[in-house]
């Protein structure tokens, strides 16, 4: 199984630019910032203050290269929960983006924050990325990066969540317990979506 230590600072960096390549073909990044060379430029920054939130306010698993990125926002009720991802600093990040892709990132950010007060109103720990480096993907580390964060969950009684754009991602998730709840398509010919919960070995 692959070792897994809690991100660092100095290394916030080097997981922002790991995860901006395993998500360049993404559907929602390609979607949203359809032209290649600013995906390239923009996604680099947007993981690091992604990366860098999630240290700072919630967890970051990774391995000790560096080659993968599990964030998570801890459980919380309520309107904190929906708030969980938005205070993030993305001002500078989204001044990169043209208006069309701000607005997509925005109908996103807001469709997400509604469909997750909804489908799932209790405390939960909230899966915001995962991501591996392109080269070691299929290779268990995923997989390794979830597993601290799904027993602390197990052993609190708490569901875990999450949404994907991606169906081949299903499967992976489907074997760590996760259950779709709800799919859909994203406002403004966005890519299809789906909502995903784990619950806790306790009540499954």
Known sequence: MTAVVALS????????EMLARAFFDD??????????ATRRRVLPAFFTATAEYGRLHGRVDTTPSTDGAAIWIPPASGSEQA???????????????DRAAAARFTL????????RARVIPRPHWYLACLGV?????????????????LQLADCAGVPCYLETENAANLHFYRRQRFEVLEQGR??????????????????A
């Open 108 to 115: 996103m950010v807001e469709h997400y924050q509604a469909l």
């Open 133 to 149: 480096e392109p080269a070691r993907q299929r290779r268990g580390v995923g997989g390794s990066l979830l597993e601290p964060v």
């Open 9 to 16: 600072a100095p290394h916030t960096r080097r997981a922002g």
């Open 186 to 203: 994203l406002l403004g010919g966005g890519p299809q979506f789906w909502t995903m919960q784990r619950p806790p070995a306790t009540l």
């Open 27 to 36: 559907p929602l990044w390609v979607y949203i910032l359809a032209d290649a």
């Open 83 to 97: 708030a969980g991802t938005e205070a993030a600093e993305y001002g500078p990040v989204e001044e990169q983006f």
